[in-house]
């Protein structure tokens, strides 16, 4: 399958340098923005859980960062797929860009999660298919970052990389699932399901906020990432030459 | 709801506090280093760039 011309176009290193350099500040004012009143609601305006009592309100990052280190890894293995079969090198400098920031959320969902299970489970840590398998994408994501490092030449770099993301994404759906195929110490899902959420207003409201915050801060750091791999990577052009000789 | 009930957090403030905390710690890690790499590979570029050219007049000349 041939690609329009147009979407190599936008797709050129230059125009994506530009593009992104004048989005960027307004993701990243959004995000605040999102993340300020996300906390707001969520600290102060919330009441108290019936049952968890104020401890639930580590949800407001548990839940968008486990939401996140799932959606990063799409991203990651999408744009790897599509760098490996339409050769676009820009899709493969998102790949390797959005790594560590999908690594970081994983990270934060295991440990803000392990911060949640202490009081409410009694155990920093169980081997439950939830916990298990988000495990496991960290695993995929620390792969990913390593196979990448260990290979010399970006291309053959990118085309590893995409292939170890692309059989990862196995994981996704277990994760996902593995809530309701298993039976889990970890609750299952409250918004993510086909009639209505079982969450209060109250209480959905700032775990929204909190999930596009989350969103635009992906965006804002994964641009700012790729602007500086392409700027690495192109650094023989003459645009790039023009760039840093206009860099104050 | 007083400062002092919101510090304690009805008992969790460990819990909770150590969520958020490390949640903005590691998120400003993550949004702080393409900056002080972006300074870095413009230094580095400018480097290259003037080596480069003092090479190509040394040919010249």
Redesign the interface.
Known sequence: MKLPAIVHKFSSPQNFYVMAGKLIPWLGWACLLFMISGLYYG??EAP?DYQQ???Y??MF??VP?AWMSMFVYMVMAISGGIGLIWRIKLADVVASSSA??GA?FT??AL??GS??G??MWGAWWVWDARLTSELILLFLYLGFIALQASIEDPRNAARAGAVLALVGVVNIPIIHYSVEWWSTLHQGPTVTKFDKPSIHISMLIPLLLMAVAFKF?YA??VL??A??EV??RE?NSRW??EV??N?S | MSLEEFFHMGGYAFYVWSSYGLTFFVLLMIFLKPMMSKKQVIKDLRTKYRQQERQTKEQNS
């Open positions: 600290l102060i108290a009592g104020e401890s309100r580590i990052i548990h960062s560590p920031i970081a990270f934060l440990a803000t911060l949640w202490k009081p801060y804002t750091s700012m990432r602007r500086n700027l690495l650094q790039v030459k840093i000789a860099e």
